[in-house]
């Protein structure tokens, strides 16, 4: 019977797979040839795969690239699922000449020949391919159009520009704090806005405490107003008070009577409210005295100015500051500050909002509160703007044992004639402006042409704002509801020219009520009063002292610290002088 040796097996000392290199066979000499790795999950359908692409990202197969073996090949892998590793080793037997390419260099220096052609009909060829100049091409960059990107007209070379498509291949843009974090400050919580979403609060009725300040009616003409009929935008000089919590003197005599535990203004309120929609970085400074709290902003913070674009997918930018941990860096290309970055984009949209509210009421038909301003003094000569505060008390006890209740200084910008007394809160109205700067420019957000589509396709231009601007809107609802406004007036701002961020029109003025208007932009005023809720009870577990409640400028989360009660106060020493009256902004 013929027999069976088993040959001799060589092990791998190593304890990996495959053959080990201080262990080789005298008759094989794998030595100095390269090895792949592989996988015991690999699935070895094929020995040899003309259509893969290597590492580098060029392609294996010689000739130009068959869009159908492609695709083939890309369902293959999805069938097949993808190899854990070794799937992309092949480049590791492949050739490259480094030495030849880099001891090449050009001679000849004359221009190119214009290519023309070169590929099949339905494709992009010669103008528009590699620029943006092409018609096609910018209107595929805008829009997000089929064939859009970096070909020309419709079907372009490949299937691109559409919104969110491989994003991650973006520059990473990073934003900075809206406030230096010193190492002295202490992190005592971090919430995640996923948590903030799923609170839930529901809040009676609030109860009105005083009346301050003077409203004018509202001009109804600007309701009439159409992209044939605009209206320029004019300078108006008043001024209007933007004060804190703390430096307000009825919330200090509130707060000396214990009306309420938590006082708060209607704009640091809203931006808490609406923090799971916000995406810019702000913070909001809680001090605690005794048994109360006061949230208040700080001078020149992110309070004082309305963003544009916050929300869209490719919001506005500002030049890349230079690298402070690298000073001696060269700058290849010095980006001047341009009219649509997102600070001028800012501080042009608060000249917008400010103007329009004063330019659309008729300073000659008042209504009187209950108390003049009580930010205005007599040394004033400046005229004020139209504006009337509101001091409401807001429940937010779960159980009828509870004593929490919040005060908040609501304001309003003007009334409608013949729809009751406005001092007793009826026809209160608050007026916003949205504004469109160029729509071809980076971070318009797909936005249309408004003098184009304002009249005849309002809903599409509606929805545009709703969806690039979510977090402004929402914003200002709340500050409606927590006033009480029976109307919101919106204007549409545009620019005389696109290029120049100093001349406006006024295109169209929309009336809508608040509580409706929450409903369309899906504002929850539940979930807004719960994280109210939420942050009051943090801090009421803490110890008496100054506090910083931070957004994170690139995620989605908010952080508590513990800053000392000297924090953000010596360049207010510095600025203010003894006897001064509250901050206040004339435009």
Same mark, same amino acid.
């Given at each position: 019977?013929?027999?069976?040796?088993?040959?001799?097996?060589?092990?791998?000392?190593?304890?990996?797979?495959?053959?080990?290199?201080?262990?080789?066979?005298?008759?094989?000499?794998?030595?100095?040839?390269?090895?792949?790795?592989?996988?015991?999950?690999?699935?070895?359908?094929?020995?040899?795969?003309?259509?893969?692409?290597?590492?580098?990202?060029?392609?294996?197969?010689?000739?130009?690239?068959?869009?159908?073996?492609?695709?083939?090949?890309?369902?293959?892998?999805?069938?097949?699922?993808?190899?854990?590793?070794?799937?992309?080793?092949?480049?590791?037997?492949?050739?490259?000449?480094?030495?030849?390419?880099?001891?090449? %260099?050009?001679?000849?220096?004359?221009?190119?020949?214009?290519?023309?052609?070169?590929?099949?009909?339905?494709?992009?060829?010669?103008?528009?391919?590699?620029?943006?100049?092409?018609?096609?091409?910018?209107?595929?960059?805008?829009?997000?159009?089929?064939?859009?990107?970096?070909?020309?007209?419709?079907?372009?070379?490949?299937?691109?520009?559409?919104?969110?498509?491989?994003?991650?291949?973006?520059?990473?843009?990073?934003?900075?704090?809206?406030?230096?974090?010193?190492?002295?400050?202490?992190?005592?919580?971090?919430?995640?806005?996923?948590?903030?979403?799923?609170?839930?609060?529901? &809040?009676?009725?609030?109860?009105?405490?005083?009346?301050?300040?003077?409203?004018?009616?509202?001009?109804?003409?600007?309701?009439?107003?159409?992209?044939?009929?605009?209206?320029?935008?004019?300078?108006?000089?008043?001024?209007?008070?933007?004060?804190?919590? %703390?430096?307000?003197?009825?919330?200090?005599?509130?707060?000396?009577?214990?009306?309420?535990?938590?006082?708060?203004?209607?704009?640091?309120?809203?931006?808490?409210?609406?923090?799971?929609?916000?995406?810019?970085?702000?913070?909001?400074?809680?001090?605690? $005295?005794?048994?109360?709290?006061?949230?208040?902003?700080?001078?020149?913070?992110?309070?004082?100015?309305?963003?544009?674009?916050?929300?869209?997918?490719?919001?506005?930018?500002?030049?890349?500051?230079?690298?402070?941990?690298?000073?001696?860096?060269? +700058?290849?290309?010095?980006?001047?500050?341009?009219?649509?970055?997102?600070?001028?984009?800012?501080?042009?949209?608060?000249?917008?909002?400010?103007?329009?509210?004063?330019?659309?009421?008729?300073?000659?038909?008042?209504?009187?509160?209950?108390?003049?301003?009580?930010?205005?003094?007599?040394? $004033?000569?400046?005229?004020?703007?139209?504006?009337?505060?509101?001091?409401? &008390?807001?429940?937010?006890?779960?159980? $009828?044992?509870?004593?929490?209740?919040?005060?908040?200084?609501?304001?309003?910008?003007?009334?409608?004639?013949?729809?009751?007394?406005?001092?007793?809160?009826?026809?209160?109205?608050?007026?916003?402006?949205?504004?469109?700067?160029?729509?071809?420019?980076?971070?318009?957000?797909?936005?249309?042409?408004?003098? %184009?589509?304002?009249?005849?396709?309002?809903?599409?231009?509606?929805?545009?704002?709703?969806?690039?601007?979510?977090?402004?809107?929402?914003?200002?609802? +709340?500050?409606?509801?927590?006033?009480?406004?029976?109307?919101?007036?919106?204007?549409?701002?545009?620019?005389?020219?696109?290029?120049?961020?100093?001349?406006?029109?006024?295109?169209?003025?929309?009336?809508?009520?608040?509580?409706?208007?929450?409903?369309?932009?899906?504002?929850?005023?539940?979930?807004?009063?719960?994280?109210?809720?939420?942050?009051?009870?943090?801090?009421?577990?803490?110890?008496?002292?100054?506090?910083?409640?931070?957004?994170?400028?690139?995620?989605? +989360?908010?952080?508590?610290? %513990? &800053?000392?009660?000297?924090?953000?106060?010596?360049?207010?020493?510095?600025?203010?002088?003894?006897?001064?009256?509250?901050?206040?902004?004339?435009?």
């Amino acid at each position: 019977m013929a027999s069976f040796s088993l040959p001799h097996i060589h092990d791998n000392p190593d304890g990996g797979w495959g053959p080990s290199s201080s262990n080789i066979p005298e008759q094989f000499k794998f030595k100095d040839i390269p090895y792949a790795p592989y996988s015991k999950s690999d699935k070895l359908g094929r020995f040899a795969d003309w259509n893969d692409t290597t590492g580098d990202s060029r392609q294996t197969a010689v000739g130009p690239p068959n869009t159908r073996d492609t695709r083939g090949a890309a369902g293959r892998s999805k069938r097949e699922g993808a190899q854990a590793f070794g799937s992309g080793t092949a480049s590791a037997f492949a050739y490259f000449h480094v030495e030849d390419e880099s001891s090449f %260099s050009l001679v000849d220096n004359k221009a190119a020949p214009p290519r023309r052609g070169g590929f099949a009909r339905g494709r992009a060829s010669g103008r528009g391919l590699n620029s943006f100049s092409g018609r096609g091409a910018q209107r595929g960059a805008q829009r997000g159009a089929r064939g859009g990107g970096m070909a020309g007209g419709r079907g372009g070379g490949q299937r691109g520009g559409r919104r969110g498509w491989r994003d991650w291949e973006k520059t990473n843009r990073t934003r900075e704090s809206s406030v230096a974090i010193s190492p002295q400050w202490t992190m005592l919580e971090e919430i995640e806005f996923h948590r903030l979403a799923k609170l839930k609060l529901e &809040v009676d009725e609030p109860e009105d405490i005083d009346t301050y300040g003077r409203v004018f009616v509202y001009e109804k003409s600007y309701d009439r107003i159409t992209t044939k009929t605009e209206r320029p935008l004019q300078l108006v000089d008043r001024i209007k008070y933007n004060t804190t919590t %703390s430096d307000d003197p009825v919330i200090q005599e509130l707060a000396a009577k214990n009306t309420a535990t938590v006082y708060a203004s209607d704009v640091i309120l809203s931006v808490l409210m609406c923090a799971p929609r916000s995406v810019y970085p702000w913070d909001i400074v809680i001090v605690r $005295e005794g048994n109360n709290l006061f949230f208040d902003k700080r001078d020149g913070g992110p309070f004082d100015t309305v963003t544009v674009n916050e929300n869209a997918s490719d919001p506005p930018q500002d030049p890349t500051p230079p690298n402070p941990n690298n000073p001696t860096e060269k +700058v290849a290309v010095l980006e001047t500050p341009s009219i649509n970055s997102a600070t001028s984009l800012s501080l042009e949209a608060t000249y917008i909002n400010q103007n329009f509210g004063f330019q659309s009421v008729q300073e000659n038909v008042t209504a009187d509160f209950a108390h003049p301003n009580p930010f205005y003094g007599p040394e $004033e000569t400046e005229p004020l703007a139209s504006c009337g505060y509101r001091y409401r &008390v807001f429940d937010l006890g779960i159980t $009828e044992d509870e004593d929490i209740k919040i005060c908040v200084r609501t304001e309003v910008d003007a009334y409608i004639a013949g729809q009751g007394n406005p001092a007793e809160g009826h026809g209160l109205v608050t007026i916003r402006a949205l504004n469109e700067f160029d729509p071809r420019a980076q971070g318009a957000g797909g936005a249309p042409d408004w003098r %184009s589509k304002l009249d005849s396709q309002r809903g599409a231009v509606v929805a545009t704002e709703m969806k690039n601007n979510s977090c402004k809107l929402a914003k200002w609802t +709340v500050q409606s509801v927590l006033a009480g406004a029976e109307l919101m007036k919106i204007g549409y701002i545009s620019r005389v020219n696109p290029k120049d961020n100093t001349r406006h029109v006024i295109l169209s003025t929309a009336s809508m009520r608040p509580t409706d208007f929450a409903a369309q932009l899906n504002v929850s005023l539940a979930n807004g009063w719960g994280i109210v809720r939420t942050i009051t009870d943090l801090c009421m577990k803490m110890p008496e002292g100054k506090y910083v409640l931070i957004k994170d400028p690139n995620k989605s +989360v908010i952080r508590l610290y %513990s &800053v000392p009660m000297t924090a953000f106060t010596e360049d207010e020493e510095g600025e203010a002088f003894e006897g001064e009256e509250p901050e206040s902004t004339a435009y």
